[in-house]
């Protein structure tokens, strides 16, 4: 019966959506129907609201319904969706502002002169209008009054003409900042936990660990991440757009005829041409610069947006007028001065120290009081003209307010279709596809391709994204990365706007387009650019890097990047260090060599042992990195041979952990059978035979060999696992000792400086109060821990402390302790003051030697040239289902 409710929510949805009901309704509204019916049915005929759900039932439904809703608008680590509202504020206040006008005009006279030019200039204008608003329906609208009218008085084909705005103006949904990316990317953090715990259990089946490793993890993303992820393949996109109109007007010139610019390019032509373009630019760089150098987070480079947008809004709805352009100088002027500032003084409140502390922060108040006085002045100036900001913020609380009742509404309908057995239904038919991931994936793009003839990007992005991406992240064989993953369906999404016959972006452009223009001519143009979107997304499949270098390149540059021993980075870190050792191994030697032949021997004894094992540490890395490679060697021999018996057997383990699932569903259900329903025992009892020889059938089926290839197998990674545990320790050695070492010694002018101190409390001890005596020796100790090395000096402070402040003081005994620890402090003072002309200067050396190779997994970050080289190892997709 779970079959039977589970089409009734897809027939009630389809028919809900083909009739044009609302969306924000059809969904929500299909699920309680169906809910409420299968509900109902089974409290009637079994008695149990639940008996026709296969998970839980209507109670857990709604509670996963107010847990969803709790998720979108109470939850504070959730705050991906904030960034819509300022997104989309940021784009209907830069279209009401006239700024697309102003680029077509200008782009289409300095671009029209060239074969092709004006189709060119359509797509640039594109591109900045989908990197500054993002509004797929203004863009297009704005094109086609301005743009089409004069490509076909050019004599550009129909076609191509429409074909061109069209796809142009759906850019806006894979170029940042785009609504549909911060979307995917808030529908995909939960699929990543939903994947994350199913590849766990896959870990443990497989294995018999509870504890997976945490570097065969599934790739969280963040709207952050998408934002990086899809730049390159957005500009990919729009370069193909490009070729293909320049190769259209180079082969068929008729179609795409160059259009002479009627008036001089002089220099006023090129102040206008800077004056239109340079804001939007600015605008782009502030917005997505600051995510990329991870000065702002996603929310906050859409606050920057909107009040960028703002900015511009005032100047250009003052066209003319006096004072156009003072508040977006005063603003200017106003961020300048902040960044000087800021470069100059420390205004932080809580650090005022000094006279130019206190001038730092004065200059910083009055220039932020500039920069909200002319973002007051421009907002003015749009509430005033034209009643533009009461329009912009009306129109943005529409769209919000659709987006979110949107996504509350998917996410009834997704627990729902889970409560049915839907999500199961999908993933047996994924899984049980003959090809792997790529067979999965080609499926599901096929799917959202085919629903893009249909249904909008939003309920696309919430309704079918929950569904399959957990499926396709888990899969250890192909490890993609959710960023990945996410820009995949985005730019599959992306041609939702574009295909026949409900293709959004072409009602947009009929609504405007001219009589003469035939709708059937607009679907013959759309069609090369949806085959240009289908290349982007296949060049883009088969090269990963094109999405997760940018993402992972900026969180391994930034100040909060994971440290170099994080678990996540050790595969690529030794992939460039085993590269290191090859290319710098003499000179290393050479080092290690001429570093442990110093004189040691008058080192305190801990220090001594502690520096002759890092050399040897040191000296063993090679030998270590030689083993890791051999075994590596030995295992890749029989990898190929035993990855399709691995695959084999994996395979049917699966379906016999499945067959053991169902026969303790049958148990459970036949246990809550009445005594008098002997007929469903009976059927019960048949069918719990058939699953245990069908169970017998497939345990017989696993390969004879299996046990004795995969005890091989199992041994040469257990080897190839220690190998690398091995190197690991070597490197950590061969490196922590030497710095240690090196902090202790270049901590001697410092000690030296305290000694004088600490031999001053003899008269502190002697003659002040015990409290007083008390904190003057923990403030000496204060400034003893900042130098290394000091610990049984501190020590020694506090036995004098002890003596000198306890129940009953003892000042004679505090100063015989005080002379022990000033003892202490001479010797220690004796071998250090050696160590500084006997060590230093080599040891300093070694260090810089060896630091970004055997002791790079000890740096607090990764060096900005192996950080790179990181990035562009854990850009590709690295199989990782043998371990499983």
Same mark, same amino acid.
């Given at each position: 019966?779970?079959?039977?409710?589970?089409?009734?929510?897809?027939?009630?949805?389809?028919?809900?959506?083909?009739?044009?009901?609302p969306?924000?309704?059809?969904?929500?509204g299909?699920?309680?129907?169906?809910?409420?019916?299968?509900?109902?049915?089974?409290?009637?005929f079994?008695?149990?609201?639940?008996?026709?759900?296969?998970?839980?039932?209507?109670?857990?439904?709604?509670?996963?319904?107010?847990?969803?809703?709790?998720?979108?608008?109470?939850?504070?680590?959730?705050?991906?969706?904030?960034?819509?509202?300022?997104?989309?504020?940021?784009?209907i206040?830069?279209?009401?502002?006239?700024?697309?006008?102003?680029?077509?005009?200008?782009?289409?006279?300095?671009?029209?002169?060239?074969?092709?030019? /004006?189709?060119?200039? =359509?797509? !640039?204008? @594109? $591109? +900045?209008?989908?990197?500054?608003? %993002?509004? #797929?329906?203004?863009?297009? &609208?704005?094109?086609?009054?301005?743009?089409?009218?004069?490509?076909?008085?050019?004599?550009?084909?129909?076609?191509?003409?429409?074909?061109?705005?069209?796809?142009?103006?759906?850019?806006?949904?894979?170029?940042?900042?785009?609504?549909v990316?911060?979307?995917?990317?808030?529908?995909?953090?939960?699929?990543?936990?939903?994947?994350?715990?199913?590849?766990?259990?896959?870990?443990?089946?497989?294995?018999?660990?509870?504890?997976?490793?945490?570097?065969?993890?599934?790739?969280?993303?963040?709207?952050?991440?998408?934002?990086?992820?899809?730049?390159?393949?957005g500009?990919?996109?729009?370069?193909?757009?490009?070729?293909?109109?320049?190769?259209?007007?180079?082969?068929?010139?008729? /179609?795409?005829?160059? =259009?002479? !610019?009627? @008036? $001089? +390019?002089?220099?006023?032509?090129? %102040?206008? #041409?800077?004056?239109?373009? &340079?804001?939007?630019?600015?605008?782009?760089?502030?917005?997505?610069?600051?995510?990329?150098?991870?000065?702002?987070?996603?929310?906050?480079?859409?606050?920057?947006?909107?009040a960028?947008?703002?900015?511009?809004?005032?100047?250009?709805l003052?066209?003319?007028?006096?004072?156009?352009?003072?508040?977006?100088?005063?603003?200017?002027?106003?961020?300048?001065?902040?960044?000087?500032?800021?470069?100059?003084?420390?205004?932080?409140?809580?650090?005022?120290?000094?006279?130019?502390?206190?001038?730092?922060?004065?200059?910083?108040?009055?220039?932020?009081?500039?920069?909200?006085?002319?973002?007051?002045?421009?907002?003015w100036?749009?509430?005033?003209?034209?009643?533009?900001?009461?329009?912009?913020?009306?129109?943005?609380?529409?769209?919000?307010? +659709?987006?979110?009742?949107?996504?509350?509404?998917?996410?009834?309908?997704?627990?729902?279709?889970?409560?049915?057995?839907?999500?199961?239904?999908?993933?047996?038919?994924?899984?049980?596809?003959?090809?792997?991931?790529?067979?999965?994936?080609?499926?599901?793009?096929?799917?959202?391709?085919?629903?893009?003839?249909?249904?909008?990007?939003?309920?696309?992005?919430?309704?079918v994204?929950?569904?399959?991406?957990p499926?396709?992240?888990?899969?250890?064989?192909?490890?993609?990365?959710?960023?990945?993953?996410?820009?995949?369906?985005?730019?599959?999404?992306?041609?939702?706007?574009?295909?026949?016959?409900?293709?959004?972006?072409?009602?947009?452009?009929?609504?405007?387009?001219?009589?003469?223009?035939?709708?059937?001519?607009?679907?013959?143009?759309?069609?090369?650019?949806?085959?240009?979107?289908?290349?982007?997304?296949?060049?883009?499949?088969?090269?990963?890097?094109?999405?997760?270098?940018?993402?992972?390149?900026?969180?391994?540059?930034?100040?909060?990047?994971?440290?170099?021993?994080?678990?996540?980075?050790?595969?690529?870190?030794?992939?460039?260090?085993?590269?290191?050792?090859?290319?710098?191994?003499?000179?290393?030697?050479?080092?290690?060599?001429?570093?442990?032949?110093?004189?040691?021997?008058?080192?305190?004894?801990?220090?001594?042992?502690?520096?002759?094992?890092?050399?040897?540490d040191?000296?063993?890395?090679?030998?270590?990195?030689?083993?890791?490679?051999?075994?590596?060697?030995?295992?890749?021999?029989?990898?190929?041979?035993?990855?399709?018996?691995?695959?084999?057997?994996r395979?049917?383990?699966?379906?016999?952990?499945?067959?053991?699932?169902?026969?303790?569903?049958?148990?459970?259900?036949?246990?809550?059978?009445?005594?008098?329903?002997q007929?469903?025992k009976?059927?019960?009892?048949?069918?719990?035979?058939?699953?245990?020889?069908?169970?017998?059938?497939?345990?017989k089926?696993?390969?004879?060999?299996?046990?004795?290839?995969?005890?091989?197998?199992?041994?040469?990674?257990?080897?190839?696992?220690?190998?690398?545990?091995?190197?690991?320790?070597?490197?950590?050695?061969?490196?922590?000792?030497?710095?240690?070492?090196?902090?202790?010694?270049?901590?001697?002018?410092?000690?030296?400086?305290?000694?004088?101190?600490?031999?001053?409390?003899?008269?502190?001890?002697?003659?002040?109060?015990?409290?007083?005596?008390?904190?003057?020796?923990?403030?000496?100790s204060?400034?003893?821990?900042?130098?290394?090395?000091?610990s049984?000096?501190?020590?020694?402070?506090?036995?004098?402390?002890?003596?000198?402040?306890?129940?009953?003081?003892?000042?004679?005994?505090?100063?015989?302790?005080?002379?022990?620890?000033?003892?202490?402090?001479?010797?220690?003072?004796?071998?250090?003051?050696?160590?500084?002309?006997?060590?230093?200067?080599?040891?300093?050396?070694?260090?810089?030697?060896?630091?970004?190779?055997?002791?790079?997994?000890?740096?607090?970050?990764l060096?900005?040239?192996?950080?790179?080289?990181?990035?562009?190892?854990?850009?590709?997709?690295?199989?990782?289902?043998?371990?499983?």
């Amino acid at each position: 019966m779970e079959l039977v409710f589970l089409i009734l929510l897809v027939v009630i949805m389809v028919t809900a959506l083909g009739s044009g009901f609302p969306v924000a309704f059809a969904l929500p509204g299909s699920a309680i129907i169906t809910i409420g019916l299968a509900a109902g049915t089974g409290y009637l005929f079994a008695g149990d609201a639940s008996a026709y759900f296969a998970q839980g039932g209507p109670i857990q439904w709604l509670s996963a319904g107010v847990t969803n809703f709790r998720g979108v608008y109470w939850e504070v680590e959730r705050d991906t969706l904030i960034a819509i509202p300022l997104f989309v504020f940021m784009g209907i206040m830069l279209q009401r502002s006239k700024i697309a006008e102003d680029l077509l005009v200008t782009m289409a006279q300095l671009f029209g002169p060239v074969p092709g030019g /004006l189709g060119i200039s =359509v797509v !640039f204008v @594109g $591109a +900045l209008l989908a990197a500054t608003t %993002g509004i #797929v329906g203004a863009t297009v &609208v704005a094109m086609g009054l301005i743009s089409l009218p004069a490509m076909l008085r050019s004599n550009y084909s129909k076609s191509l003409a429409t074909g061109t705005i069209a796809a142009s103006g759906t850019l806006g949904q894979i170029i940042p900042p785009s609504i549909v990316l911060i979307i995917l990317a808030d529908q995909l953090t939960s699929a990543v936990d939903q994947a994350g715990t199913a590849r766990k259990a896959l870990y443990k089946a497989a294995t018999g660990e509870f504890s997976m490793p945490s570097e065969f993890a599934v790739v969280s993303t963040s709207a952050g991440d998408m934002f990086l992820g899809a730049f390159i393949p957005g500009i990919l996109l729009v370069i193909l757009y490009m070729v293909y109109i320049q190769a259209i007007a180079l082969f068929r010139p008729k /179609l795409a005829p160059a =259009v002479p !610019f009627d @008036g $001089a +390019l002089d220099r006023k032509f090129l %102040g206008r #041409v800077l004056l239109v373009l &340079v804001p939007p630019l600015a605008l782009i760089f502030v917005v997505l610069g600051s995510i990329i150098m991870g000065v702002a987070t996603v929310n906050q480079a859409g606050a920057i947006g909107a009040a960028g947008a703002m900015m511009m809004a005032g100047y250009r709805l003052r066209e003319g007028h006096r004072r156009q352009y003072v508040p977006a100088i005063m603003a200017i002027v106003s961020m300048v001065a902040i960044l000087v500032i800021t470069s100059y003084f420390d205004t932080n409140i809580k650090n005022i120290k000094t006279t130019d502390d206190v001038v730092g922060v004065v200059l910083a108040v009055i220039a932020v009081g500039v920069l909200i006085a002319a973002l007051i002045w421009s907002g003015w100036r749009t509430y005033k003209i034209e009643n533009t900001l009461t329009g912009v913020m009306v129109e943005t609380a529409k769209t919000t307010s +659709l987006v979110f009742i949107i996504l509350l509404g998917a996410a009834m309908l997704t627990a729902a279709f889970r409560g049915f057995g839907g999500e199961d239904l999908v993933r047996e038919f994924l899984t049980g596809l003959p090809g792997g991931f790529w067979a999965q994936f080609a499926i599901v793009m096929a799917v959202i391709f085919v629903l893009g003839f249909f249904l909008d990007f939003i309920e696309i992005a919430v309704v079918v994204v929950p569904i399959v991406a957990p499926i396709l992240l888990m899969d250890p064989s192909a490890n993609v990365t959710a960023v990945w993953l996410g820009v995949m369906i985005g730019l599959n999404i992306q041609t939702s706007f574009l295909t026949p016959p409900f293709g959004f972006a072409l009602f947009y452009l009929r609504g405007v387009a001219p009589a003469i223009v035939r709708t059937v001519e607009m679907y013959k143009g759309v069609i090369a650019f949806i085959c240009l979107q289908l290349v982007a997304l296949f060049i883009v499949a088969m090269y990963p890097p094109l999405v997760n270098y940018l993402p992972s390149r900026v969180s391994l540059t930034a100040d909060t990047a994971p440290p170099p021993i994080n678990p996540r980075l050790q595969y690529c870190i030794e992939q460039i260090t085993f590269a290191d050792l090859a290319t710098q191994g003499d000179a290393l030697r050479a080092e290690i060599s001429r570093t442990s032949a110093l004189d040691y021997s008058y080192l305190p004894s801990k220090l001594r042992k502690a520096a002759e094992g890092s050399f040897k540490d040191a000296g063993s890395v090679f030998a270590m990195r030689d083993m890791v490679l051999k075994t590596e060697a030995d295992l890749d021999a029989i990898t190929d041979a035993y990855r399709p018996l691995h695959r084999e057997v994996r395979s049917i383990e699966k379906k016999i952990r499945k067959i053991e699932a169902d026969l303790k569903q049958l148990g459970i259900d036949t246990s809550r059978l009445e005594t008098a329903d002997q007929i469903t025992k009976d059927l019960n009892d048949a069918e719990t035979s058939r699953l245990i020889i069908e169970r017998e059938q497939l345990v017989k089926a696993l390969p004879a060999n299996w046990k004795s290839e995969n005890a091989k197998f199992v041994k040469l990674q257990k080897l190839n696992d220690k190998a690398r545990k091995d190197y690991r320790s070597a490197m950590d050695g061969g490196y922590q000792p030497i710095i240690e070492l090196l902090g202790t010694i270049q901590g001697t002018a410092d000690l030296a400086r305290l000694k004088g101190s600490v031999e001053g409390l003899a008269e502190v001890v002697s003659s002040q109060p015990p409290e007083d005596a008390a904190d003057r020796i923990s403030d000496v100790s204060k400034e003893l821990g900042d130098i290394e090395g000091t610990s049984s000096i501190k020590s020694g402070l506090t036995k004098v402390r002890r003596a000198a402040s306890g129940r009953t003081p003892d000042p004679e005994k505090a100063m015989v302790e005080l002379e022990k620890t000033i003892t202490l402090l001479d010797k220690e003072l004796v071998w250090r003051q050696k160590a500084v002309s006997g060590l230093l200067p080599q040891l300093t050396v070694y260090e810089a030697a060896i630091r970004e190779t055997i002791g790079l997994r000890q740096l607090s970050k990764l060096p900005q040239q192996q950080a790179l080289k990181v990035a562009s190892c854990n850009a590709s997709h690295r199989d990782i289902s043998l371990h499983f």
